[in-house]
Antibody
Framework: QVQLQESGPGLVQPSETLSLTCAVS????????WSWIRQPAGKGLEWIGR???????NYNPSLESRVSMSADTSTNELTLNLRSVTAADTAIYYC?????????????WGQGTLVTVSS | SYELTQPSSVSVSPGQTARITCSGD?????YVWWFQHKPGQAPVLVI????ERPSGIPERFSGSSSGTTVTLTISGAQVEDEADYYC??????????FGTGTKVTVL
């Protein structure tokens, strides 16, 4: 069974860079799409972007100028960086494998990590 | 337009049928996934490719599609089905979007 665990600072200063890691166990990250999704308090889910390991990325146009994603196959980890954060970036951040191919469907999610942007 | 519009809330009594719609131009040519999201938990996939049900998901969950609107139906809703439900689909430009979300109340 695949497990995903997000980690990173729970508090980020405004204008700084939010950096989160997603550790994946139970399967290789190679050959799948891995997404980052967030949910501000009281609001809906927002797709941030995805990475196809080894490295193809797609980002939400509303965040594209500030976001980058990467993957490390040696550690089986994914990374999200979001630059120049504001209070509007305060949210629970999830990493997830939401993927469909000829082998079938995949929907595996981490439990999410709360990131607060505040001075 | 890349928006997926859902009703903000749906309320049914236990045993009744709950229908949640998701509307958007892209849905005429893109598959929809449906996620159930309960507070403090990770979202759970309940339907993929418009109407396919993942293993372990009760048969009371079903999906259908017509043009630019897709529908998640919970036939004989149970109290444990209370949650927020989101549709999810790709756009033409290789990014994805969630619907606005529907709060389902069963009481």
């Amino acid at each position: 069974q695949v497990q995903l665990q997000e980690s990173g600072p729970g508090l980020v200063q405004p204008s700084e860079t939010l950096s989160l890691t997603c550790a994946v166990s139970g399967d290789s990250i190679s050959g799948y799409y891995w997404s980052w999704i967030r949910q501000p308090a009281g609001k809906g889910l927002e797709w941030i972007g995805r990475i196809y390991v080894p490295g193809r990325t797609n980002y939400n146009p509303s965040l594209e100028s500030r976001v980058s994603m990467s993957a490390d196959t040696s550690t089986n980890e994914l990374t999200l960086n979001l630059r120049s954060v504001t209070a509007a970036d305060t949210a629970i951040y999830y990493c997830a494998r939401v993927h469909l191919d000829t082998s079938g469907y995949y929907s595996d999610w981490g439990q999410g990590t709360l990131v607060t942007v505040s001075s | 337009s890349y928006e997926l519009t859902q009703p903000s809330s749906v309320s049914v009594s236990p045993g009744q049928t709950a229908r949640i719609t998701c509307s958007g131009d892209v849905l005429a040519k893109r598959y929809v996934w449906w996620f159930q999201h309960k507070p403090g938990q990770a979202p759970v996939l309940v339907i993929y490719k418009d109407f396919e049900r993942p293993s372990g998901i009760p048969e009371r969950f079903s999906g259908s599609s017509s043009g630019t609107t897709v529908t998640l139906t919970i036939s004989g809703a149970q109290v444990e089905d209370e949650a927020d439900y989101y549709c999810y689909s790709a756009t033409d430009n290789k990014f994805y979007v969630f619907g606005t979300g529907t709060k389902v109340t069963v009481l």
